[in-house]
């Protein structure tokens, strides 16, 4: 009960900040917070620890907890990812974001596959693609879905780039928002099934560029299918960090 009390304290605090409901500069008392969602001292203030280290928030002394501005967060991390999706005002801009990381990353990663992948990982890659292929002709969303998820997760992971392998559960709530938020054709259109037959061949068969060229081809066909959710959404830009003045 109380690991399923601190998911849910995690849950309604991370939606409310990221959706804007608690505003950048506000602050929360623990205190008030054990009253508002009817949890003990120990399940709020360790919500709190797993929101400070997703950059949501921040306790400063004698003040209390204050909520972070996006430029804070960890926009990296499946749970912002998955609250951005599910809020009105960055979902596109969200969606736009990974899109456009997937659409670098990616092909590169498949680039590398085919070039390095243990010959289970390859096999496996071509036997997820085929039932892609027919479940996504049969219409059977959730399961194509799945399957997705475990194919794009394969190519990452078959690259033997970690950092790349890192990004599963990321690239994972992003198709996940794509279906929960009727971003998805009833059918997948049979060009993407066939490029991501096409990968997998290459990528079985030891062809770099062919792996690269149809992973593009997919990426792009899915930026086409969403890129309408942003259409008005500004960018957001952040400034990089400058180095120190050193006087000398």
Known sequence: MSSRLHSLVIESLGRRIVSGELAPGSTMLSGDLETELGVSRSVAREAVRVLQSLGLVETVKRIGIRVLPETAWNVFDPFVVRWRLASVPGKGAQL??????????????AELAAEHAPEDMAAELMAVAAKMRAVGRAGDLQQFLDLDIHFHALVLAASGNEMFGQMQSMIAEVLRGRTDYGLMPSHPHEEALQWHVDVANAVQEGKPEAAR???????????SEVEGVWAEEPRIFTQPERPGVVEG
Request: avoid cysteine; charged fraction near 35%; glycine fraction near 0%.
């Open 96 to 109: 736009r974001s990974l899109t456009e990381l997937r659409s670098a990353v990616e092909p590169a990663a």
């Open 213 to 223: 060229e149809a992973m593009d081809q997919i990426m792009r066909r899915t930026k």
